[in-house]
């Protein structure tokens, strides 16, 4: 199994940019499908993006089109989640997690998850 640990996250102004990072370990990261979920307080856990082990991309999810990018690097077995033009609605617990069989937008689709990293977007 994959052991997954997000960080870059923080607090940042409105306008701003994060780069979050997630690290796997136990098994390489290019086996699995690999999404960015984010949850806010009070409200379900959303999708964002996902990527597969070639780089092709689902999503991301309307609330941050054209803003937030996802990306990995196989050889360093990590993936990414460049946040740019920042909101405070952006504001949230950021997950990553990864299937070896699908890249759905479902979280209960994924088998592996990190711990999380805190987002915070002030005004």
């Known amino acids: 199994q994959v052991q997954l640990v997000e960080s870059g996250g923080g607090l940042v102004q409105a306008g701003g940019s994060l780069r979050l990072s997630c690290a796997a370990s136990?098994?390489?990261?290019?086996?699995?499908?690999v999404g960015w979920f984010r949850q806010a307080p009070g409200k379900e856990r959303e999708f964002v993006a996902a990527?597969?082990?070639?780089?092709?991309?689902?999503g991301p999810a309307d609330s941050v089109k054209g803003r937030f990018t996802i990306s990995r690097a196989n050889a360093k077995n990590m993936v990414f989640l460049q946040m740019n033009s920042l909101k405070p609605e952006d504001t949230a617990v950021y997950y990553c997690?990864?299937?070896?069989?699908?890249?759905?937008?479902?979280?209960?689709?994924?088998?592996?998850w990190g711990q999380g990293t805190q987002v915070t977007v002030s005004s």
């Open positions: 997690a990864a299937s070896p069989t699908n890249w759905s937008t479902q979280p209960g689709l994924y088998t592996y």
């Open positions: 136990g098994r390489t990261i290019n086996m699995y499908y």
């Open positions: 990527i597969n082990w070639s780089g092709s991309i689902r």
